[in-house]
């Protein structure tokens, strides 16, 4: 199904995204997405067919925004892999600053949709694989002799930031942790 992005579906997203971030995927129904849209449940349906499609929309542009969001911050950054590295760090900080009061909503999907069969499992994990992706290609360009290895390293270093700054446990998780996932790029 080939979704009709009229005002009314893109309200829709809107409302949904704001809501599943807010209060978690499965505490929100399609009734309180249609109220908040100011559309009816069947304009809902219409447009998305599912509650799970619309899911699946949610996550997927929260994941583009986030891809454009980073890429500004390397492409400022220059070649310098480990001056992209630390702005790797850096754009995350921005980020759960200004979209991730409540976390990353990835992980947080994740803790509700674990069922690989479920459609929006896929989203999580191809955005959390791509961002491996990231953390690869920036050890290669350092030369590190075990790139994929390094790459492992740097992302538990950045999930961990990104889950602790959720959280709020600890001050300057980013900053920290983008210290010590430098040193892993020689």
Known sequence: ???????????????????????????????????????????????????????????????????????????????????????????????????????????NAHAEISDPAHPAYAVVTESKRWMLGVFVELAESAGVSEPRKAAEQIMLLHEGAVVMAGMRVAEDVFARAAETAVVLLG
């Open 1 to 107: 199904m080939t979704i009709d992005w009229t005002p009314k579906a893109q309200a829709v997203l809107t409302a949904a995204s704001e809501l599943f971030y807010e209060r978690g995927i499965h505490a929100v129904g399609v009734d309180v997405i249609a109220a908040r849209a100011g559309v009816t449940k069947k304009t809902l349906y219409d447009r998305f067919g599912s509650k799970d499609r619309l899911v699946v929309e949610y996550l997927s542009a929260r994941d583009a925004r986030w891809r454009e969001f980073l890429g500004e911050w390397l492409e400022k950054a220059g070649p310098e892999p480990r001056d992209r590295l630390a702005a790797a760090f850096a754009a995350s900080e921005a980020w759960a600053k200004k979209y991730g009061g409540k976390g990353c909503s990835m992980i």
